[in-house]
């Protein structure tokens, strides 16, 4: 398998330590095996620091950081006495909190639990060991309640630098009152993935089950709103009649854990269920080179899961952003990409007729390379500004 290219740029800051000595560095966000696109980020902001430093990961399941990425892991912060439940941080040069929509409140708008208050409470711990904090490539959410917004403040005040994934998210700490002479505009860590060969695409794939070339991938969204359930429902029924009328297989791929498509997607799973359907989810995706070998060979992917869009763009397959939130219309507008709102999912043929452009159209041809490379560049100065203000 060959070894990826890391987006470094040349110049002194991202040379190894003189030494050869590499600094231990903690990361934490929400890895753990909750969701594939996390674990993405977590396996690129790997790489962007591979031969930089050693890596210990703050996850919600050390057992399988440890078994699927191979790093160390430990626990983070008892939420509901504000203490650390391993003491890392005292023991690392710095702390990355990374990628991914880290900066949002909790399901029902409760700023004291879940990744926001995790954050914060890390970024307390490592100021108070002196340890830099360093937020790489972080989305900010909508923050509705005074109190999330004063954390998001208090985590930037406490980093010595901040990139964050898209311009929205930079409008946004500014509206929130944030220190933002320290934050960058960069982009997501999954733009750092460089394509796969052509020649172990195909070996991956046709070891996985799929015709290479010959499925189109689908990657449905559920949470607990009926109205992104609903969509996700017509979003498979669409991209599925879409492949039986061209001759092609259906690969569904559910990113998030089985237990959130219990009750929406498994009954429909047994409606369309055939030899022409393949089904991947992390049960059976053992490592995420199968995951980037399956966006690769498709002949489109049709998804309403963001990394899966940025993961399909990378491998320069031609895909369709199906927008279901803010951060979604904001990725498919700077990649120029085509894109239908999910509530427009199941209306009439609106799926099927983007899909026939996306057909008719040569693999790469539905991508702007120009837009792609942009944001790529972005995502490469990532480690560089790391490496600034948090020398390992």
Request: hydrophobic content about 40%; some cysteine.
């Amino acid at each position: 398998m060959e070894r990826l290219q890391r987006p470094f740029l040349p110049g002194r800051a991202m040379n190894s330590p003189a030494n050869g000595a590499k600094e231990n560095v903690l990361v934490s966000g929400a890895y753990g095996g909750f969701n594939l696109g996390d674990e993405l980020i977590l396996d690129c902001i790997r790489r962007q620091l591979e031969g930089h430093a050693n890596l210990c990961v703050v996850s919600g399941n050390p057992a399988h950081t440890q078994e699927f990425h191979g790093l160390p892991s430990v626990v983070g912060i008892d939420l509901k006495r504000g203490r650390l439940r391993s003491p890392e941080i005292g023991r690392s040069k710095s702390l990355i909190l990374g990628g991914g929509e880290l900066l949002q409140e909790a399901r029902f708008g409760n700023p004291f639990w879940g990744l926001l208050a995790e954050c914060y409470m890390l970024s307390v711990h490592a100021r108070r060991a002196n340890v830099p904090i360093f937020c790489w490539g972080v989305g900010v959410d909508d923050l509705r309640t005074p109190q999330g917004r004063w954390m998001v403040r208090r985590i930037v005040q406490n980093a010595q630098g901040v990139t964050v994934r898209d311009p929205a998210s930079f409008r946004r700490l500014e509206a929130y009152g944030a220190d933002t002479t320290k934050v960058s505009v960069t982009a997501d860590p999954v733009f750092s993935r460089t394509s796969m060969g052509a020649a172990e695409a195909r070996w991956m794939v046709e070891k996985l089950g799929p015709r290479y070339g010959a499925y189109l991938l689908c990657a449905p969204a559920v949470d607990m709103r009926r109205s992104t359930t609903a969509g996700a429902i017509e979003l498979v029924r669409s991209v599925n009649r879409a492949a039986e009328d061209r001759g092609l297989q259906t690969v569904l791929l559910l990113m998030d854990q089985r237990e959130n498509y219990e009750g929406s997607l498994y009954p429909l799973l047994r409606e369309i269920s055939g030899p022409n359907v393949l089904v991947y989810s992390q049960s059976n995706i053992k490592h995420l080179e199968n995951l980037v070998a399956l966006h690769k060979g498709a002949a489109a992917v049709v998804s309403s899961r963001m990394h899966s869009i940025i993961l399909a763009a990378t491998q320069g397959t031609n895909v369709l952003s199906v927008n279901r939130s803010a951060k979604m219309v904001a990725n498919a507008e700077q990649l120029r990409l085509l894109s239908v709102p999910q509530e427009d999912v199941g209306r009439g043929s609106r799926v099927d007729e983007l899909l026939e452009v996306l057909l008719a159209t040569e693999t790469n041809a539905a991508l702007d390379s120009d837009a792609l490379a942009e944001v790529r560049s972005r995502a490469s100065r990532t480690p560089e500004i790391f490496m600034n203000v948090c020398p390992c």
